[in-house]
């Protein structure tokens, strides 16, 4: 999903025809937003696989996915700091 998609279309590729699991989420503040980037569209993913399969609400949903942006925020950190120390003792 290169650029911006919408909220709908992103709901239409996952077959969600229920629109009550997205109002569950954006009263919980989740995408509140009818545009989506791609890391936000790969979001609404996770929540709404997240909700259907693994029967989590929309209060946990909202943990786990800043769970794992802060996940994903060390792991870019780790991997730069690994090229760093690897360029570092190349020298």
Known sequence: MAGRTTVKEV?????IDDPAVL???RREGLFEEDFLGSESAEELR???TLVRELGVNPAGVEVILHMRRRML???QLTERS???LLAELGE
């Open 11 to 15: 709901l239409q590729l996952l077959e």
């Open 23 to 25: 109002d569950d989420l």
């Open 46 to 48: 996770v929540a709404i």
């Open 73 to 75: 925020g060390l792991q």
């Open 82 to 84: 690994l090229r760093r």
